[in-house]
């Protein structure tokens, strides 16, 4: 089989257009789309946009950013450019984008049938976008976590309709991802072959209330997802639900490392399981992490081995995390061995997100 990249960290932009699913008993929830006075929504040549903010459920919101995408245009970005979108891909060397939100990486109300909705009808959008894609464009579905009752009916939908993975954060509605609450989820996860994909960001607003400012975006959005690595592998979550495939995604994987030691320390204190071993601890629980060509991959490989790690780009992001020619400088810095590379960048994404 020939070699297939997978970006495994790729993002949509939230526009008008991801609310347009909204059943009619579900219109009251619609976001609405503010902009400053005197502005309009056009793109400048630059690709800079005016600033946007939503008003959701009492509370306003920023939504894209007035920065300068110079690498992506806002229609790949958005979705409304899918055939670019597509191009950009074929030039960049990608065969598959796995597709995570951009609006939902914070939560954005706390009334469970204001959340229920507008997760669905993000699913709906994506739904959309992926039978528009040839299936290249795969995406983590936002699970009903406020309503169980819902969730069965709704990520089956997902599943038949292009969706590879569940989206999560490390807090969820102010509870660990360790909590018996979520069990449900991770039956279904088995049941349908869905991954389960942590990926940074914060869905608690009262833990959101402590870190307002940019400067301690780790604590809000990077720490609550290494902590979810340590508690669940503490509680034998992946070891009570084998058939989970388990991501960290938009973290890089320079803390693990300290995240396994911490947790090895632990765990052999508290259990003496003969078995344990570090090396084997990603392997042993179904556990990817999505790395960056910035870690030490050398080292981490040497501490975790060759086969869960993956890489994403970042796509459709100005960030910290974006590296559009991620996949390029893995392949060409020459920095790890051939057959590790085509690991990360093929079979080990594909495994993650069970890719044919």
Same mark, same amino acid.
């Given at each position: 089989?020939?070699? *297939? !990249? ?39 040549? /630059? ?32 979705? /409304? ?19 995570? #939100?951009?609006f939902f990486l914070s939560g954005k109300t706390d009334d469970p049938d204001w959340d229920c909705a507008l997760g669905r009808s993000y699913n709906r959008w994506l739904a959309e976008i992926w ?6 464009? *795969?995406?983590?579905? =936002? @699970? ?21 993975? =569940? ?12 909590? #018996?609450?979520?069990? #449900? ?47 669940? =592998? ?7 639900? @084998? ?16 995240? !396994?030691?911490? /947790? ?6 508290? *259990? ?54 991620? =996949? ?15 690991? !990360? ?12």
């Amino acid at each position: 089989m020939s070699l *297939r !990249i997978v970006d495994a960290d790729a993002h949509v932009i939230e526009t008008p257009k991801t609310f347009s699913y909204l059943r009619g008993d579900e219109e009251k929830y619609r976001p609405v789309l503010l902009a400053p006075e005197g502005t309009d929504e056009i793109e400048t040549q /630059t690709g800079i946009r005016n600033k946007q903010y939503w008003l959701i459920d009492g509370a306003v919101w920023s939504g894209t950013r007035n920065q300068d995408y110079t690498d992506v245009s806002a229609g790949r970005r958005e979705m /409304t450019d899918i055939a670019g979108r597509l191009a950009h891909m074929d030039e960049m060397g990608v065969d598959v984008q796995v597709l995570y #939100p951009t609006f939902f990486l914070s939560g954005k109300t706390d009334d469970p049938d204001w959340d229920c909705a507008l997760g669905r009808s993000y699913n709906r959008w994506l739904a959309e976008i992926w039978k528009q894609s040839d299936n290249r464009l *795969r995406w983590a579905a =936002i @699970p009903p976590l406020r309503d169980m009752s819902k969730l069965r009916d709704e990520l089956t939908f997902c599943r038949e309709n292009g969706a590879c993975g =569940i989206f999560l954060v490390g807090i969820e509605d102010g509870k660990e991802l360790d909590d #018996p609450y979520f069990y #449900p989820l991770w039956e279904l996860a088995q049941e349908l072959d869905l991954a389960a994909c942590i990926h940074s960001g914060n869905h608690c607003s009262t833990y959101m209330g402590l870190f307002k400012n940019a400067s301690t975006r780790f604590m809000s959005n990077r720490s609550p997802g290494i902590g979810a690595f340590h508690s669940l =592998i503490m509680r034998d979550i992946p070891q009570k639900f @084998p058939g989970v495939r388990w991501g960290f995604v938009e973290f890089s994987a320079s803390w693990l490392p300290y995240a !396994i030691n911490y /947790t090895e320390l632990s765990y052999w204190k508290n *259990r003496n399981d003969p078995d344990w071993r570090s090396t084997d601890i990603l392997k042993r629980n179904n556990i990817y992490v999505a790395c960056q060509v910035t870690d030490d991959l050398p080292y981490i490989i040497g501490q975790v081995g060759e086969d869960n790690l993956v890489i994403g780009t970042d796509y459709g992001h100005h960030d910290q995390a974006t590296e559009i020619d991620a =996949i390029r400088k893995l392949n060409n810095d020459g920095i790890l061995p051939s057959h590790v590379v085509d690991k !990360i960048l093929d079979s080990n994404a594909r495994a993650l997100y069970g890719l044919d």
